[in-house]
């Protein structure tokens, strides 16, 4: 801490180094003393070219940070003489060996060699760093010419030489590029099932659209503990026409080149009929709609209802005035000012995301009466005013969308799989949030309709789409009752599983997949027979041995009668065990039980790897981007998929850089987020119904 106000004039101190100073910073700094040079206090300390005053706790770290960040100039020349009292260090250590006249050279060598060494490894981290900062923040290879970031460098280390950008482009990128994707390759050929996620997205400044592929899957750690692992595969420019065959003929390609082309069950797809029809003609069994796109589809069909629509245009025209009259943004804000509440300014939607136009909504009822107040003053704009019944409206629809934002938060917020969450959240959407109500509006109960509409049909557009989300929830030890499904239904679910978990022993016991035996696998042998079976590969006649010991197989019919009777009492044993909290971790509940489900786990596997909603690579080229998004929109599409490919596959579970469009996955403004510790109450609401909910 500095602090500039000295007790004295700085004329009238002497100032006087560490009496056991070593360090070359002290050049720069003293202690205050008295007549007879004896330092008056030691936790403070001075310097010489501002006569400033710092706190001083026995390092130098203080002293280097102030010069570092006052003067630049004395700091390089400190970092000059370091590299210098270095050198002299590394000669002193060896002069200590004393050797003879005939050994001077190879001396002086060695010296020369160790000081290489240690300037060898500086400049390799640093440009490591350098990798790091383009691949995982999303920086285009030219910020390397940038002069002010070379100057950041020459700050950091003067002695250190950034490389060319043709360095980083042809040969650092791409080596790092190829050292992930082999680790992604690897996490691949472990797999069982997998499920896709494509993305249709469009660059504006670079007028080219693109689809992004990113693969799902569920696997298990060296500890056992289950997690679901998303891996960025490719992305790959689409042209205007025949934009079907073009991503059927990529995502075919990208199958085979990644081996997955046998173990994709799922895919996860947009509103795009062209991804839909790629993922038809793959013959992709299930195709599941982003829940996100869905909400958004049915909020944006209640918005185009006449009533909906001409409210929602005035209030876009409010808003608009506000925004860009300086008198009318004053007048706002003083009449804050009286009325006691909080100044922000009004907030403009975007018409294409639901998420936006609530916050637009929000906004103005919280200051309906200070809008009113301003324009009552105004007699130029009275027209502007909105009647009683369009703030009832307004009101309406903000009650009406907040279960969505909130909803939508939660599913954004999960780290649990999100899959088996549909179904539930559909039911208490379409049950107390979509239920029409005596006393609501007209329009409201139209909006209601349209909604609850879209998202009926299409989550049971399909038999199987229906099949599967039920199926994903009964997996789930928070919702395993299906309380929404009648008792012949629920019946239907356990014989799919019992099904599914049969022909996954079938095609086990035929070797029609490859099967990893460490995978959700408990094991009962000997300490030393598990590091015999590590060391030796064994012979396929003693796998097929071993895996017919895990699962009880035998050959002919009495295998299939073993089979369902085992599975039988699994299933029956996992619906006796107590229902998982909400907010608890249904992997973990998993993972803790392997061991008692040796089977179940496996069609979690397949059921677990497809996504409820999928993600928003056009981030990364957005319209209202930054200067370094700017120069990143003049990317070439092979360097558009080796940037996302990176970004994705590099960051190691690090938060994901902050959104250039202030909006998230589900359209929401970053400054409505909803509070995460209010998901508890959101389950609370919505979930303990107990005649046709969770409990």
Same mark, same amino acid.
């Given at each position: 801490?500095?602090?500039?106000?000295?007790?004295?004039?700085?004329?009238?101190?002497?100032?006087?180094?560490?009496?056991?100073?070593?360090?070359?910073?002290?050049?720069?700094?003293?202690?205050?003393?008295?007549?007879?040079?004896?330092?008056?206090?030691?936790? &403070?300390? *001075?310097?010489?070219?501002?006569?400033?005053?710092?706190?001083?706790?026995?390092?130098?770290?203080?002293?280097?940070?102030?010069?570092? &960040?006052?003067?630049?100039?004395?700091?390089?020349?400190?970092?000059?003489?370091?590299?210098?009292?270095?050198?002299?260090?590394?000669?002193?250590?060896?002069?200590?060996?004393? %050797?003879?006249?005939?050994?001077?050279?190879?001396?002086?060598?060695?010296?020369?060699?160790?000081?290489?060494?240690?300037?060898?490894?500086?400049?390799?981290?640093?440009?490591?760093?350098?990798?790091?900062?383009?691949?995982?923040?999303?920086? %285009?290879?030219?910020?390397?010419?940038?002069?002010?970031?070379?100057?950041?460098?020459?700050?950091?280390?003067?002695? *250190?030489?950034?490389?060319?950008?043709?360095?980083?482009?042809?040969?650092?990128?791409?080596?790092? *590029?190829?050292?992930?994707?082999?680790?992604?390759?690897?996490?691949?050929?472990?797999?069982?099932?997998?499920?896709?996620?494509?993305?249709?997205?469009?660059?504006?400044?670079?007028?080219?659209?693109?689809?992004?592929?990113?693969?799902?899957?569920?696997?298990?750690?060296?500890?056992?503990?289950?997690?679901?692992?998303?891996?960025?595969?490719?992305?790959?420019?689409? %042209?205007?026409?025949?934009?079907?065959?073009?991503?059927?003929?990529?995502?075919?390609?990208?199958?085979?080149?990644?081996?997955?082309?046998?173990?994709?069950?799922?895919?996860?797809?947009?509103?795009?009929?062209?991804?839909?029809?790629?993922?038809?003609?793959?013959?992709?069994?299930?195709?599941?709609?982003?829940?996100?796109?869905?909400?958004?589809?049915?909020?944006?069909?209640?918005?185009?209802?006449?009533?909906?629509?001409?409210?929602?245009?005035?209030?876009?025209?409010?808003?608009?005035?506000?925004?860009?009259?300086?008198?009318?943004?004053?007048?706002?804000?003083?009449?804050?000012?009286?009325?006691?509440?909080?100044?922000?300014?009004?907030?403009?939607?975007?018409?294409?995301?639901?998420?936006?136009?609530?916050?637009?909504?929000?906004?103005?009822?919280?200051?309906?009466?200070?809008?009113?107040?301003?324009?009552?003053?105004?007699?130029?704009?009275?027209?502007?005013?909105?009647?009683?019944?369009?703030?009832?409206?307004?009101?309406?629809?903000?009650?009406?969308?907040?279960?969505?934002?909130?909803?939508?938060?939660?599913?954004?917020?999960?780290?649990?799989?999100?899959?088996?969450?549909?179904?539930?959240?559909?039911?208490?959407?379409?049950?107390?949030?979509?239920?029409?109500?005596?006393?609501?509006?007209?329009?409201?109960?139209?909006?209601?309709?349209?909604?609850?509409?879209?998202?009926?049909?299409?989550?049971?557009?399909? %038999?199987?789409?229906?099949?599967?989300?039920?199926?994903?929830?009964?997996?789930?030890?928070?919702? &395993?009752?299906?309380?929404?499904?009648?008792?012949?239904?629920?019946?239907?679910?356990?014989?799919?599983?019992?099904?599914?978990?049969?022909?996954?022993?079938?095609?086990?016991?035929?070797?029609?997949?490859?099967?990893?035996? &460490?995978?959700?696998?408990?094991?009962?042998?000997?300490?030393?027979?598990?590091?015999?079976?590590?060391?030796?590969?064994?012979?396929?006649?003693?796998?097929?041995?071993?895996?017919?010991?895990?699962?009880?197989?035998?050959?002919?019919?009495?295998?299939?009668?073993?089979?369902?009777?085992?599975?039988?009492?699994?299933?029956?044993?996992?619906?006796?065990?107590?229902?998982?909290?909400?907010?608890?971790?249904?992997?973990?509940?998993?993972?803790?039980?392997?061991?008692?489900?040796?089977?179940?786990?496996?069609?979690?596997?397949?059921?677990?790897?497809?996504?409820?909603?999928?993600?928003?690579?056009?981030?990364?080229?957005?319209?209202?981007?930054?200067?370094?998004?700017?120069?990143?929109?003049?990317?070439?599409?092979?360097?558009?998929?080796?940037?996302?490919?990176?970004?994705?596959?590099?960051?190691?579970?690090?938060?994901?850089?902050?959104?250039?469009?202030?909006?998230?996955?589900?359209?929401?403004?970053?400054?409505?987020?909803?509070?995460?510790?209010?998901?508890?109450?959101?389950?609370?609401?919505?979930?303990?119904?107990?005649?046709?909910?969770?409990?």
């Amino acid at each position: 801490m500095e602090n500039k106000s000295l007790e004295g004039s700085p004329s009238d101190l002497k100032l006087v180094a560490h009496p056991r100073a070593k360090s070359k910073v002290w050049k720069y700094f003293g202690f205050d003393t008295n007549a007879e040079g004896c330092i008056l206090q030691w936790k &403070k300390i *001075y310097c010489r070219i501002c006569m400033a005053q710092i706190a001083y706790s026995g390092n130098t770290s203080n002293l280097s940070y102030h010069l570092e &960040k006052n003067h630049p100039d004395e700091f390089c020349e400190f970092v000059k003489s370091n590299t210098e009292q270095m050198r002299e260090a590394f000669a002193t250590a060896f002069s200590k060996i004393k %050797p003879e006249s005939s050994q001077q050279v190879v001396q002086d060598s060695l010296i020369m060699k160790t000081y290489q060494n240690y300037e060898n490894k500086k400049h390799q981290e640093l440009t490591s760093a350098v990798i790091s900062l383009i691949c995982e923040g999303m920086y %285009p290879a030219s910020i390397v010419d940038e002069p002010t970031f070379k100057a950041l460098l020459r700050t950091a280390d003067p002695r *250190y030489e950034l490389p060319s950008r043709k360095y980083f482009c042809t040969k650092a990128i791409p080596e790092k *590029y190829n050292a992930i994707r082999e680790i992604v390759l690897k996490e691949l050929t472990e797999v069982l099932w997998c499920g896709i996620s494509t993305d249709m997205w469009r660059s504006e400044n670079q007028n080219r659209s693109y689809v992004t592929v990113a693969v799902h899957f569920l696997s298990s750690s060296a500890a056992n503990c289950l997690a679901v692992n998303s891996r960025c595969l490719k992305t790959f420019e689409v %042209p205007e026409d025949n934009t079907a065959e073009t991503i059927t003929r990529v995502l075919y390609e990208t199958f085979i080149e990644w081996g997955i082309n046998t173990k994709v069950f799922g895919a996860t797809t947009d509103y795009s009929k062209d991804i839909v029809k790629a993922c038809s003609l793959l013959d992709i069994p299930v195709q599941m709609p982003c829940l996100g796109h869905t909400f958004n589809a049915g909020i944006q069909q209640a918005f185009q209802l006449p009533k909906l629509c001409s409210l929602l245009a005035r209030c876009r025209k409010l808003v608009e005035y506000f925004q860009q009259s300086t008198v009318a943004m004053y007048m706002l804000s003083e009449k804050q000012k009286q009325q006691n509440i909080l100044h922000c300014m009004l907030v403009s939607d975007r018409v294409s995301w639901w998420g936006s136009t609530l916050a637009m909504l929000q906004r103005l009822k919280e200051q309906q009466f200070v809008i009113a107040a301003v324009l009552v003053e105004d007699s130029n704009n009275h027209h502007l005013m909105l009647e009683a019944s369009e703030w009832n409206t307004i009101e309406g629809l903000v009650e009406l969308l907040q279960p969505f934002k909130q909803v939508a938060e939660m599913m954004s917020a999960s780290k649990y799989p999100t899959i088996s969450m549909v179904k539930p959240l559909l039911h208490m959407l379409l049950n107390t949030t979509l239920n029409i109500k005596e006393n609501d509006l007209k329009e409201i109960s139209m909006a209601k309709e349209v909604i609850a509409k879209e998202l009926s049909t299409t989550y049971q557009h399909t %038999p199987e789409i229906d099949m599967f989300l039920n199926v994903a929830t009964f997996l789930d030890p928070r919702y &395993k009752k299906l309380p929404f499904l009648s008792a012949f239904e629920r019946q239907q679910v356990e014989n799919r599983v019992v099904e599914e978990a049969k022909s996954l022993l079938e095609k086990v016991k035929e070797n029609t997949f490859r099967t990893e035996e &460490k995978f959700f696998t408990v094991s009962e042998e000997p300490p030393v027979k598990k590091i015999i079976i590590s060391s030796t590969p064994p012979p396929t006649s003693v796998i097929n041995n071993m895996l017919a010991e895990i699962f009880c197989q035998t050959g002919g019919v009495e295998d299939q009668e073993e089979w369902h009777a085992q599975i039988v009492e699994e299933l029956s044993n996992f619906k006796s065990q107590k229902v998982l909290g909400l907010n608890e971790d249904p992997l973990k509940w998993w993972s803790d039980r392997l061991a008692l489900f040796p089977v179940l786990p496996k069609v979690l596997q397949k059921y677990w790897c497809i996504l409820a909603t999928r993600v928003f690579p056009e981030r990364l080229f957005g319209s209202s981007a930054n200067v370094v998004s700017a120069k990143r929109n003049r990317l070439a599409p092979a360097h558009v998929d080796e940037q996302i490919f990176l970004y994705e596959n590099s960051r190691n579970g690090s938060e994901a850089e902050p959104e250039d469009e202030d909006e998230g996955e589900w359209g929401l403004e970053q400054e409505q987020i909803f509070n995460l510790n209010d998901s508890v109450n959101v389950n609370n609401n919505f979930f303990n119904i107990r005649d046709s909910g969770f409990v």
